[in-house]
């Protein structure tokens, strides 16, 4: 598959924000490598209902764009332990974008996004177990395993975590963030094993919003507004997308 390739169109989107106390990411580690890392609280004066559960933003859409074909691999490029070959990690059969999980790395769109909406789902095989994977949005370069990005954590009862790799610039609620990763707000929605789940990211400007089955999971402000790939994880389990799309935010 070829490199990515520069030259995206960034798109525009309006909104409204709500204000939440919010953690400022520092972090120096990676997700494979949680070693030191600091973390600076900040709590704005905003009175909500509930301070810890997120509020939802309203925005303008563009058309829904379909980021995978269902057939083939064609938009996307990998990355796997350096290299650029996708098989036999990644491939395509009847609709659905199937990862084996090894070796570690990720599959990314070869055009870059700033604001959108992105609706995937997503499975694991129940005969294998529970897995882990993630969604990397606004990813920067250079290539390497982890890049600087915000992820979507898909790891098995996990979806809906908001993981700060490389240092974004982003803020998150202070009360439930512990060095860079912000537990979701409610309890885990996810179906069982073998069944397809439905994921919403959001980003709007600096807003990024984490729907889980229709549950908002997980918010933060002050995203650095910046156009990135859109990338999805080998880490270590099979794991299996479809659905995968985008619109724009204008």
């Excluded at 953690?23 to 494979?32: C, E, L, N």
């Excluded at 089955?213 to 994880?233: F, H, M, P, S």
Aim: proline share 6%; with cysteine; hydrophobic share 40%.
């Amino acid at each position: 598959m070829p490199p990515i390739t520069g030259g995206c169109k960034v798109e525009q989107a309006t909104s409204t924000i709500g204000s939440l106390p919010r953690a400022t990411f520092v972090a120096r580690s990676t997700k494979g490598a949680r070693g030191a890392f600091a973390l600076a609280a900040a709590v704005s004066l905003a009175v909500v209902a509930c301070n810890n559960t997120p509020q939802a933003s309203t925005a303008s859409h563009g058309e829904w764009i379909s980021l995978f074909s269902g057939n083939d691999l064609s938009g996307w490029a990998p990355f796997l332990n350096g290299s650029t070959v996708a098989s036999p990690v990644w491939s395509a059969h009847d609709g659905v974008l199937v990862c084996a999980g090894n070796p570690v790395g990720y599959i990314q769109t070869c055009a870059t996004y700033t604001n959108f909406e992105l609706e995937l789902e997503w499975r694991f095989d129940p005969s294998l177990g529970a897995g882990n994977s993630g969604v990397l949005l606004r990813v920067q370069p250079p290539d390497h395993v982890w890049p600087q990005s915000i992820e979507a954590q898909l790891e098995s009862r996990s979806a809906g975590d908001i993981w700060n790799i490389g240092e974004f610039p982003m803020k998150a609620e202070a009360s439930r963030t512990e060095g860079r990763r912000t537990a979701k707000a409610h309890a885990t929605n996810e179906k069982p094993l073998g069944e397809w789940n439905a994921y919403s990211l959001l980003l709007d400007h600096g807003r990024l919003e984490l729907r889980v089955n229709g549950l908002l999971q997980n918010v933060a402000t002050d995203c650095k507004e910046i156009a990135g790939t859109i990338a999805l994880q080998s880490e270590g389990s099979h794991i299996e997308f479809r659905n995968i799309r985008l619109r724009p935010l204008k």
